[in-house]
């Protein structure tokens, strides 16, 4: 094995710059334009370490056809070495130099092999960098711990690899396989997956090998190879190469403070929206993610305070281009709904009692301007219709519970007395209960006791004696007429205004 620095600078340019190249790479053969013993153009032959090689791989005849067959094929009768140790640094390559692959975005390799001799060993490499540089992946048939033969991931120059190494398939001879291989750098680590099914067999949905190289030489990107050791009799043929062959969009899902928005439905909320955007890509990564606010650039996680209908978008751009994007609807409803009451055309104030001496009817208006909404009324906890008289004496309740679609709730409670009648005014002296109709003569100082009542609400009284203030009770010594007022109103507004005269009269 040969190193240098030199050689190591050169290799470590070398994948670098292939590791740039994202544009799409393509590579089909089927070698049916070379006639047998050709050199088929971009391959060139090397053996282990990056030795000359020329010649050894040709197209030849499809070996389960005969000398008259008319399948071209392309591989080696010759090889070398003996296959000792736990990597095949024996045998040749022949690698196909006119193009690279990144794996970035995946790079894919199917095709079909076959080879006619049980000690015929056979490989596929990737990510290679011969003939300059001794570095590659290797899938190849090779010597097992627990004996016999099996395809199994190998490297070279680079990490290595870790996981389901050995498919455990040992292919049989003079039987055609096909093969497919995929890599990705992903997650800071190549990762490189092959299965092998028998030409003509359904191709199988799992992978037989299943490994990843997370060292920081690992390779990725290179070109495609085969390779064959100890002997010959190993052909390939229907060659395809590609990469990048992510062709799906990233997954964009849009979300408001952590939860997730459902796109096919408006969103309310009832706070500034926090808006955020998630991307998956299961293959490339993700390279962009935009967002939109009502058409206008929006910066993740900072407060839309304005009330509506707003449009978030979310654009993304994979790492080989394929774009998506997401729009959602949220609605910003920071306000209750406004519920006010009213009687014919006075609008009434909830923080105060609306006082009736009639039997009322109660109009009730909700609005809201920035959603819709709900509501229902209750009169003393039963179903209430706005706008139904209110017979019933007595203090009432009208409550309103309006919720809005952003769960704004508005529960707002109207205090309502009715009282359609006047308070009941008692003149009395003693036992002795008077007549407002008749003058009530005494012959003694008369202590006029005056007693209000209101079946329903609380009751203000003036009292006046002769037009000066009296209290109830208070001795009247004068003999004269008197005239003794009560004017009583209740907190509906009733009044009862009667003047009850007396005469003191004590002198025969």
């Not at 690279?100 to 056979?122: A, H, L, P, Q, W």
Request: aromatic share 8%.
């Amino acid at each position: 094995m040969r190193k240098s620095i030199i050689t190591s600078l050169s290799a470590l340019l070398f994948c670098s710059a292939l590791f740039a190249q994202q544009t799409e790479v393509a590579y089909t053969e089927d070698f049916q334009s070379y006639a047998k013993n050709k050199n088929p153009n971009g391959w060139i032959d090397t053996s282990v370490g990056g030795g000359n090689g020329v010649g050894l791989y040709k197209t030849d005849i499809d070996p389960t056809q005969g000398n008259k067959g008319t399948n071209i094929v392309y591989g080696t009768k010759q090889s070398s070495g003996r296959p000792d140790g736990n990597t095949p640094r024996i045998g040749t390559f022949s690698t196909y130099t006119t193009k690279t692959f990144s794996t970035s975005g995946r790079f894919e390799y199917t095709g079909r092999f076959i080879r006619t001799n049980t000690d015929t060993r056979v490989g596929f490499t990737l990510c290679s960098s011969y003939p300059e540089q001794d570095k590659y992946y290797l899938i190849a048939l090779w010597t097992r711990a627990s004996g016999g033969v099996s395809m199994q991931l190998h490297s070279f120059g680079a990490g290595t690899p870790a996981g389901t190494l050995d498919s455990g398939l040992t292919p049989d001879v003079n039987k055609w396989y096909r093969f497919r291989i995929q890599a990705d750098d992903l997650n800071n680590q190549t990762q490189i997956r092959a299965r092998f099914w028998v030409d003509g067999a359904p191709e199988p949905t799992t992978w037989s090998i299943d490994g990843a190289d997370a060292a920081a030489t690992r390779l990725k990107s290179g070109r495609i190879g085969i390779w064959s050791a100890v002997k010959g009799d190993f052909y390939v043929d229907d060659l395809f190469a590609k990469s990048p062959v992510d062709h799906t969009a990233p997954v964009v899902t849009i979300y408001e403070s952590d939860k997730l928005l459902d796109p096919a439905v408006i969103t309310p909320i009832n706070h500034d929206a926090i808006l955020d955007a998630k991307v998956t890509d299961d293959i490339s990564g993700v390279a962009t993610i935009t967002m939109k606010v009502d058409g206008v650039a929006y910066t993740p996680k900072t407060p839309v305070t304005v009330e509506g209908v707003h449009t978030v978008r979310a654009d993304a751009v994979d790492k080989v281009g394929n774009t998506s994007f997401l729009e959602a609807k949220v609605l910003v409803d920071k306000t209750k709904p406004l519920v006010v009451f009213s009687e014919g055309t006075t609008t009434l104030d909830p923080s105060k009692l609306a006082a009736f001496k009639f039997d009322p009817k109660i109009g009730i208006t909700v609005t809201d301007n920035v959603s819709k909404f709900t509501w229902a009324a209750t009169l003393d906890g039963q179903p209430y219709v706005a706008g139904t008289p209110i017979p019933t004496d007595g203090f009432h309740d009208i409550r309103v519970v309006a919720t809005d679609e952003a769960k704004n709730v508005a529960d707002l409670t109207l205090h309502v007395l009715v009282d359609k009648v006047k308070p009941v005014v008692v003149f009395s002296e003693g036992d002795k209960v008077l007549d407002p109709t008749k003058v009530e003569p005494f012959k003694f100082d008369p202590r006029i006791a005056i007693k209000v009542t209101d079946a329903t609400s609380k009751v203000t009284t003036t009292i006046t004696l002769d037009g000066a203030p009296y209290t109830s009770g208070t001795l009247i010594t004068t003999d004269a007429f008197h005239d003794i007022r009560v004017v009583a109103t209740d907190e509906a507004g009733n009044v009862t205004d009667v003047t009850q005269r007396i005469l003191v009269d004590k002198v025969a």
